[in-house]
């Protein structure tokens, strides 16, 4: 190691320093022991819930979205909706709100809209919901006036907005497997009820993926109907409610001001409870 002169200046004169002290103090300055503090901060990002697939029969032509989201660590800031497939019509009267509604969906066709949620640390998470606009369409063996279709995980899923549907009115499922089939919003009369029934065949409702279905006939905020499997001659039982190995928690499940309903030519089995119905109305008595 070199050792020499190191020479300290100031304005008024020059003092010279071995270089091995200065060394010295340089060292100690590095090596002596210090108190140091890191903190690290990791932002969990927020967890977002477009909400549930939706279906609409024309002449429907709005929906209601509600996207909910949750985060950890923080606060959401922000909501963001756009449509990211689908025709191109139909506007979003909230794009920045977790709810919103959307208007003029008047082409048949599958649109998917995607919310973006942002917390408070500028984490970002999205998810997508489908809404399936089906036409109010004609099926002559049957004398349907509308055919419910299925969404994108095998299942039927159809609110209708009040006066959607007309008292006497036919709906159609048609032959085949599906995940479920949740209605809401039929309202018929004493002397026109609306009648949901199998067309072209039988009708299984087997829950499709879901390790512990809920339920496979589910109608809700109606009244006046008529749950018929009897749509295809010959059949017996139209309308199956089957998960195989895997049992339903119900069957046929109506509530929620469900009252005047029919029920015929349906079979469920693999269930918890086979078929539930109860009104509770908002002015039922909890004791009652």
């Known amino acids: ?27 100690w300055m590095v090596l002596a022991p210090q108190k140091v503090q890191a903190r690290f901060f990791f932002n969990q990002l927020p967890v977002a819930n477009a909400g549930r697939d939706t279906l609409i029969v024309q002449p429907a032509s709005a929906v209601t979205l509600q996207a909910t989201a949750s985060d950890s660590d923080g606060t959401i800031s922000s909501w963001r909706w756009v449509r990211i497939a689908g ?9 920045t709100a977790a709810r919103t509604n959307i208007t003029g969906l008047t082409t048949v066709g599958v649109y998917r809209y995607q919310i973006t949620v942002t917390d ?4 970002v998470t999205r998810d997508t919901i489908q809404v399936t606009v089906n036409p109010a369409g004609i099926v002559s063996d049957c004398g349907c006036d509308r055919v419910l279709r299925p969404q994108s995980d095998g299942g039927i899923f159809a609110r209708f907005a009040a006066g959607a549907v007309a008292p006497g009115e036919k709906i159609c499922i048609m032959a085949g497997t599906y995940s479920y089939i949740s209605l809401e919003g039929l309202v018929g009369t004493a002397d026109r009820p609306i009648t949901i029934t199998n067309c072209g065949g039988p009708v299984l409702f087997n829950g499709g993926a879901s390790a512990t279905p809920n339920f496979g006939i589910r109608v809700v905020k109606s009244r006046f109907f008529r749950v018929s ?3 295809a001659p010959g059949v017996k039982y139209g309308m199956r409610v089957d998960g195989g190995s895997r049992s339903f928690s119900s069957g046929l499940a109506m509530a929620d001001s469900v009252s005047n309903v029919e029920i015929e030519n349906v079979e469920v089995r693999m269930a918890s409870v086979g078929f539930i119905i109860k009104t509770n109305a908002a002015s039922c008595s909890p004791g009652t």
């Open 1 to 27: 190691m070199w050792l020499g002169l190191f020479f300290v200046t100031n304005r008024t004169k020059a003092t010279v320093r071995p270089a091995w002290l200065v060394l010295w103090v340089c060292m």
């Open 87 to 95: 025709p191109a019509v139909g506007t979003i009267a909230s794009p």
């Open 120 to 123: 408070n640390a500028g984490g």
């Open 229 to 231: 499997g009897s749509g």
